[in-house]
């Protein structure tokens, strides 16, 4: 608070704030999101600064970028993991990324039989730069620990592989919208071809939308589907479970009914 502005001028900015939907504090010194910065820079023609005489040469046509495309053609060019990141964290089509402190890429064990997927980063996410590390990551833990899965395990056969279908944090923690989730699921998809995992599980009815393209957990949930040839199994998202403790007993089932499948099919 400077000198000239007392408490309740200071109490009523920060009032507005709050509605306006601002849920945290991230710097001291305000950003303009608005000024684009050079990443946000298009291979566009110039455009010229007056209207040119009729008899002047038309300008060439300006250049658009179809957001989708480009994320195809990046993703495409991804030769591994690393370049994948690299290539996401320079996207600059989803707007998204200015609100968020960090590009959440992944965690645990890319070498996993098993990859979990989720929504997106939460506010200690977007502040660690880690998937799934505030108190729905820490249920996700207690989960998979129940079958002797987890994210740390040196051994392969039982660690865990974990990303989200969208890298940066949505404003005030919103799900993602549709147009972001099919702008994003070029990185997603080659995510899954290069971490090469056995099965997929999905956490919750975003996974479920990037993934199978339809909602309706409930529906979805505990059935093997198919994704590119790799079985997938959707299952409630941790944060479901706070509000909804009686879906333990649904997620416990499909947890048995991973354990079923990777014990048929050991690993090589
Ligand atoms: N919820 C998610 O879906 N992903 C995270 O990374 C954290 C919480």
């Known amino acids: 608070m400077t000198a000239d502005m007392d408490w309740h001028l200071a109490r009523a900015l920060l009032q507005w704030q709050v509605e306006l939907g601002a849920t945290e504090a991230i710097g001291d010194t305000p950003v303009n999101r608005l000024i684009p910065t050079p990443s ?72 996993a039989r098993v990859m979990i997927i989720g929504e997106a980063p939460g506010s200690q996410e977007d502040r660690i730069g880690k998937p799934f590390v505030g108190p729905a990551g820490q249920l996700l833990d207690r989960i998979f620990a129940a079958i002797g899965l987890a994210r740390d395990h040196p051994d392969p056969a039982r660690a865990l592989y974990i990303t989200n279908p969208i890298p940066w944090r949505p404003p005030g923690n919103r799900e993602p919208a549709p147009d972001e989730l099919a702008m994003m699921r070029p990185f997603l998809e080659r995510h899954i071809v290069l971490a090469q995992p056995e099965v997929l599980v999905l956490v919750g009815n975003t996974a479920c939308q990037a993934i199978l393209g339809e909602r309706g957990i409930t529906r979805l949930r505990g059935r093997w589907h198919d994704w590119q040839g790799l079985p997938v199994l959707p299952t409630f998202h941790p944060s479901n479970l706070f509000r909804r403790p009686e879906n333990k007993r649904e997620v416990w089932a499909d947890m048995l009914t991973l354990q079923a499948r990777l014990r048929e099919n050991p690993a090589p």
């Open 40 to 111: 946000d820079a298009q291979p566009t023609a110039p455009v010229p600064a007056t209207v040119a005489p009729a008899a002047a040469p038309l300008p060439a046509p300006l250049v658009t970028v179809d957001p989708v495309a480009e994320a195809r053609r990046l993703a495409a060019a991804a030769a591994d993991l690393p370049a994948l990141a690299a290539a996401l964290a320079g996207f600059p089509h989803c707007e998204l990324r200015r609100g968020a402190r960090n590009c959440v890429f992944a965690d645990g064990q890319a070498q």
